[in-house]
């Protein structure tokens, strides 16, 4: 059955609560970001909005339930000075049919509490503060900015009879970014809410969400101004401009940030180094999984706060000494290995603690407490591990400037005398297989000293480069999860998009 102008906006039952929605406050960024790999590239963006770019707008991040976030992952998001928005919580009070993530987009957008709304991708990275579009005449002019995709939506794409529109020739959009005002364009956005809730009959006609928003503003007869410039793109990112020509969005479709692998390398991506020192911090803090810890008692919970940013000593007869770090939201930081991903304190009776550490999926280890610095295994045998505090986490930083040291030391005398050779740097990746078993650490200190190390020749330094980016490979951790946003499976047969 087609679907008219008029029934395409009012076939959903009346939601009364739509016109609040619509009117918010003020201006924001929203993103769509759930589950590990998409996570990962939201740390990213935000990062880049806050530390690099200097971005004072509110941003918001939806995602579908405690599936694709923890609270610890919404602690460390919030941390960036973003607020973390549940959809489910939502939609069980305003209900819609979302399922996914590019369903969601323009649910969150409708929801966010802005009425001026920059929506994002969770893997595009601006290259200047996007704030100054909210200013631009041309949103002033139409309130509704959208930006266009490498090719054109055909005039003999299904859509245009499914929708009864007059077929025409046209750019198609990249959602990657768009600007809305969203109590100019009320009926404009009940169009594409309701053609995304019914993705399974239109997502065969345009991938995914994006070309929805085209067709509904021209359903509504409601006015956008299309950015008049193209991107440009390469193997990995599109580029896209402003008004004036300008690049101001990178967005990286086929070249998502990742936990664990090698980052896909764009020659004209701007800010990279920052985005790697985000992706850093982001691996020092969080293992790239979703942990939940189970239920505690408040007292558990107060002893978990009283450990966090501490490091321990865990001793074996037998074996070398591990340091492990406990940090906050349940993490480990160095020491992080395949049996020790995670820990939580339990009170199993009243005022007794038991400390568990995890691997990805059951408890490797459970020590009872002595006191706040001691800690031995709950069955004890002749080599029973004993957990001894080491040092608190202001000292922490301290110890890794004598690791930096180290990383610089070691790099300098695997360079001397021969210089850069492939032997070298061989002998220096098999130093560094074997340290790697004592500080994970360590190859970031190395790239590190590699990105500065001036008096170093340019083969030398991208050398090193190279041994750093292998010891990542051989130190990170994390499966990745994928999603909608993820599939390749887009067909273009010249003409239009078809999803099989």
């Not at 409708?110 to 990275?125: H, K, Q, T």
């Not at 321990?312 to 340091?323: K, M, Q």
């Not at 970031?444 to 008096?455: F, K, M, N, P, S």
Request: hydrophobic share 40%.
């Amino acid at each position: 059955m087609k679907a008219s102008r008029e029934n395409t906006t009012d076939a959903t039952p009346k939601r009364e609560w739509l016109d609040e929605k619509f009117q918010g406050v003020g201006r924001g960024i929203v993103i769509c970001a759930g589950g590990v790999r998409m996570f990962t590239n939201a740390w990213v963006l935000v990062w880049q909005l806050r530390k690099t770019l200097g971005c004072k707008l509110p941003i918001e991040v939806w995602h579908l339930g405690a599936g694709e976030m923890s609270n610890g992952m919404q602690c460390m998001m919030e941390g960036l000075g973003a607020k973390v928005v549940d959809a489910h919580k939502v939609l069980s009070r305003f209900p819609a049919r979302i399922i996914d993530g590019w369903q969601l987009k323009p649910y969150a957008l409708i929801m966010s509490g802005f009425r001026e709304v920059l929506m994002l991708d969770a893997d595009n990275v601006p290259t200047v503060d996007p704030a100054f579009l909210f200013d631009r005449p041309e949103f002033a002019d139409t309130g509704a900015v959208f930006w266009p995709d490498m090719l054109d939506l055909s005039q003999d794409n299904p859509i245009w009879r499914e929708l009864d529109l007059p077929a025409r020739q046209c750019a198609s959009l990249e959602t990657g970014q768009l600007l809305v005002d969203k109590d100019r364009h009320r009926v404009a956005l009940q169009a594409v809410l309701r053609l995304n809730e019914d993705a399974e009959r239109y997502y065969r006609l345009v991938y995914g969400d994006k070309d929805t928003f085209l067709v509904a503003w021209l359903l509504a007869d409601a006015p956008y101004l299309l950015v008049p410039f193209r991107p440009i793109a390469d193997r990995h990112v599109l580029y896209q401009h402003d008004f004036d020509g300008r690049i101001v969005f990178q967005h990286r479709t086929n070249g998502k940030w990742n936990y664990g692998r090698e980052q896909a390398r764009s020659d004209a991506f701007f800010n990279g180094e920052a985005c790697e020192t985000a992706l850093a911090e982001l691996r020092r803090i969080w293992n790239g999984r979703i942990f939940e810890p189970p239920a505690r008692s408040p007292a558990a919970v107060r002893m978990e706060q009283s450990m966090q940013g501490r490091m321990f000593i865990a001793a074996r007869p037998g074996h070398e000494d591990r340091r492990i770090e406990l940090l906050a939201h349940c993490q480990i930081g160095e020491g992080r290995g395949f049996e020790h991903e995670n820990w939580h304190v339990v009170e199993p009776d009243p005022g007794s603690f038991v400390l568990r550490i995890l691997d990805r999926h059951r408890t490797t280890l459970e020590l009872v407490r002595h006191d706040d610095d001691h800690w031995t295994q709950a069955a004890p045998s002749e080599d029973a591990v004993s957990f001894t505090a080491l040092w608190a986490a202001d000292e922490i930083a301290s110890d890794r400037q004598d690791d930096f040291a180290f990383a610089r030391a070691l790099t300098e005398a695997a360079l001397r005398g021969a210089g850069w050779t492939p032997e070298a740097a061989e002998e220096l990746q098999v130093t560094l297989r074997v340290l790697s078993r004592i500080d994970t650490r360590l190859a970031r200190e190395i790239a590190g000293y590699a990105a500065a190390a001036q008096e170093l020749d340019e083969g030398a330094r991208e050398g090193l480069q190279r041994v750093a980016a292998e010891q990542e490979r051989l130190t990170a951790e994390g499966p990745q999860r994928r999603d909608m946003r993820s599939d390749t499976n887009l067909l273009f047969d010249g003409k239009h998009y078809v999803r099989p």
